[in-house]
């Protein structure tokens, strides 16, 4: 849904540091912050994160309302592992990744980086921080700018972030072109010159310049050939490996979440409904909504037929979200509670959450 | 066998570019059976749109031409027709339904006239037979309060609304034939899923035929009858459903399939790859198309295009290869 704006394509640089973003809610002393029991420390986690647009009218642009892209999310994800985040369109996956890489302010809630709280970080420290968090967007075309030639692409945020000579640079973008399996003597060319799958080398070469901790892959293959899609997620594995990268991993398609993502959280009209490690997920979903889209994605074998449920009407609109449990209109197990109170996400197990009145057995 | 409803022999179509004629289906030949869905699935670019654009003639007005072939429909050749012939079938024995259901509605028309106009025009139905007919269609489609919905503009519905709505007005001759380019790919999949199962159960109560175009191997998993396999302007591999996803013999398919995440091979480990990009319409490569990427290609396959021919088991595939990929991917 939402394109790359030119803040956005030039997240690296020193003037796009997202200062407009509101210092808010308290900074607690600490470092990172982990999970009891968990097996590594949270690397960035969101905490009661919300992202509010104001849905604007009339002459004077009054604000008539909001519409609540993220509202209220709290989750982690930790170092080294790759986060999947699921759900359908409009219901807040690139909004979340965006605010969590303060390329987009928070309405109220707070990111923790490391232990940090970005939203209230000097302009300084957030462009340090900026050098270890990097995006990957979908449209490989539209992230990169048509008049730079692909040297200067990858080598950008290596010439605004750190004190390389020139020939460094050069010598450097040959490395990561290698690196994500582009012919290097192709530098001197301008982005259209390649396929898509290699435009999407030319991104995550870009966003890998400065070695980054973490990395957001919003939709980072789903505008790929279906043939090339498996050599882009093989790359980021590789990279992830070689490079200790995290990811946080934005898809709608299923297949490739499952197969790359270590935990997945399954987003709903602006709310996670349910977090799970992937195997325990596909193995048995807790919340309705979490196994209506499980069973709803076609899969691509005729042995196994998993029953499908096919749920009555449409996503309601984020602007007007209904009461109490918002998948409640659809949910074929709703009961009178689950239309006046609201279900928060608790412990369902050991290390799974889901939020609903009456989870599946 | 049962009863061939639309014949495709030999469709070259093609757009005269800069770069001169360059064909986007490069002699095409396919058969659907009556009652029966043929999945036409391939990658970006690969000719399906341009084919079935070519079957409704609608193609003449984006600027292709069709350059050799025929495509018979109950009998009659289509490439022959005039327009104002193709007029009387189109809308009404052949249908269609877009990816993207705003581009089918009219935005200044209720969607309740749109669906009359057409049962007007193709079925010389009084004003109060046709309206009685939109209420019954949409209530088909399943869309609730259908006399209300039926004075709605198409800005007012959701986009699974409005596709139903082509849906239902795709259905309201009666057609023969439907033909669906990606009806599902710009909808939600809680969305998609209602969308495929309205048509596997119209089709089972209506009795009529699908040409259904997707990229989706889910998709065509879920409602083909039969597959046929598009890459770069030709068909590679073509049979039923059952051919294509247990003993494709096409290495394209085969990779295609097997690249797939989730299928073969643990989580989190290395994806089957096929390598290479798919090949521009001007710069195509000698000998069979998909060559430069197949890790079974011999010296002939750079040298001579493999026509689509019988495989043991009878379905078609365009390969030299005898045994097969899978003998040698184990
Ligand atoms: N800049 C903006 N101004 C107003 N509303 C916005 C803005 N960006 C996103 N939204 C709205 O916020 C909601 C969440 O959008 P978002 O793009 O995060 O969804 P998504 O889950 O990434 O969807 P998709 O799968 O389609 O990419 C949507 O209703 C969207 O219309
Ligand atoms: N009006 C046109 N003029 C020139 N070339 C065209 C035109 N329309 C289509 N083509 C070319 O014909 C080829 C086949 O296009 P087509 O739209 O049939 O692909 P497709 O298989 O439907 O792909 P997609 O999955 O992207 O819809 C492409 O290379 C395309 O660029
Ligand atoms: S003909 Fe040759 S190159 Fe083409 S698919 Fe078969 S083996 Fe591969
Ligand atoms: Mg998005
Ligand atoms: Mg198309």
């Known amino acids: 849904m939402t394109e790359p704006n030119a803040v956005e394509r030039n997240a690296m640089g020193p003037h796009a540091v997202g200062t407009g973003a509101a210092a808010v809610g308290l900074s607690v002393a600490g470092g990172t912050l982990a999970e009891p029991g968990s097996a590594a420390p949270y690397l960035i986690e969101a905490r009661n994160l919300k992202k509010y647009f104001p849905i604007k009218r009339g002459l004077f642009s009054r604000v008539v309302g909001h519409v609540k892209a993220v509202d209220d999310v709290s989750f982690g994800v930790r170092e080294g592992e790759t986060f999947g985040l699921v759900g359908e369109s409009g219901c807040g996956k690139s909004t979340l990744g965006r605010v969590m890489l303060n390329l987009k302010s928070a309405t109220a809630g707070e990111v923790r980086f490391e232990g940090r709280n970005i939203h209230a970080l000097g302009p300084r420290e957030m462009r340090e921080l900026r050098e270890e968090m990097q995006i990957i967007f979908q449209d490989p075309m539209g992230s990169l700018n048509p008049r730079f030639l692909v040297r200067d692409l990858i080598g950008e945020p290596l010439k605004l972030h750190t004190k390389l000579s020139s020939a460094a640079i050069d010598d450097r973008v040959v490395q990561l072109m290698e690196l994500v399996g582009l012919d290097a003597t192709r530098r001197n060319r301008y982005p259209h010159e390649f396929s898509g799958g290699q435009r999407q080398r030319i991104g995550i070469a870009r966003a890998i310049a400065l070695e980054p901790k973490f990395i957001v892959a919003d939709e980072a293959v789903s505008a790929l050939d279906v043939s090339v899609q498996s050599q882009v997620l093989n790359l980021m594995m590789k990279l992830q490996e070689e490079l200790g990268l995290t990811y946080l991993f934005i898809a709608h398609g299923l297949n490739d979440v499952r197969h790359i993502s270590n935990r997945i959280g399954v987003m709903y009209l602006g709310k996670m409904v349910e977090v799970a490690d992937t195997d325990a997920l596909f193995a048995k979903p807790l919340h309705p909504y979490t196994q209506v889209l499980l069973s709803a994605i076609p899969q691509p074998t005729l042995r196994g037929k998993r029953e499908r449920i096919v749920l009555q009407g449409d996503v309601p609109s984020p602007a007007n979200p209904p009461s109490g449990c918002r998948f409640h209109t659809r949910c074929p197990f709703a009961q009178e509670r689950c239309r006046a109170e609201e279900p928060a996400l608790l412990e369902a197990a050991p290390g799974r959450q889901v939020a609903c009145h009456f989870p599946l057995a | ?330």
């Open chain 2, 1 to 330: 066998m049962a009863q061939e409803l639309l014949e495709i022999k030999d469709l070259t179509v093609g757009f005269l570019t800069e770069k001169g004629f360059v064909r986007a289906t490069d002699r095409i030949s396919l058969s659907l059976p009556k009652g029966q869905t043929l999945c036409v699935v391939g990658e970006s670019g690969s000719g399906k749109s341009v084919a079935s654009l070519a079957v409704m003639r609608l193609i003449d007005y984006a600027g292709g031409v069709i350059a050799e072939g025929e495509v018979h429909f109950q009998g009659q050749d289509l490439t022959v027709k005039s327009q104002e012939e193709m007029r009387r079938i189109r809308g009404n024995k052949i249908t269609m339904v877009f990816q993207d259901p705003m581009s089918a509605l009219n935005p200044v028309f209720t969607v309740g006239e749109q669906i009359a106009e057409s049962l007007r025009l193709h079925k010389q139905l009084s004003a109060g037979a046709a309206w009685s007919r939109v209420i019954d269609m949409l209530r088909l489609v399943g869309i609730p309060d259908p006399e209300v919905r039926a004075r709605q503009y198409p800005h007012e519905m959701s986009g699974g609304m409005c596709q139903r709505v082509v849906i239902a007005m795709a259905l309201a001759c009666d057609p023969e034939l439907v033909i669906a380019d990606e009806p599902t790919t710009a909808l939600d999949v809680t969305v998609q899923a209602q969308i495929l199962e309205l048509m596997q159960k119209l089709k089972r109560e209506m009795g009529m035929s699908i040409l259904l175009i997707t990229h989706d191997m889910g998709v065509a998993a879920e409602m083909a009858d039969r597959i046929a396999v598009m890459y770069a302007g030709v068909i590679v591999e073509e049979g039923t459903a059952e051919d294509i996803f247990e003993r494709s013999r096409h290495p394209y398919t085969h990779g295609l399939l097997k690249s797939i995440p989730g299928l073969s091979g643990e989580r989190g480990t290395e994806l089957y790859a096929i390598q290479g990009n798919i090949p521009r319409l001007g710069e195509l490569p000698a000998g069979c198309r998909f060559s430069p990427r197949c890790p079974f290609a011999a010296e002939r396959c750079f040298r001579e295009e493999p026509p689509l021919l019988p495989t043991p088991d009878g379905h078609r595939s365009a390969c030299w290869l005898e045994s097969g990929p899978e003998v040698k991917t184990s």
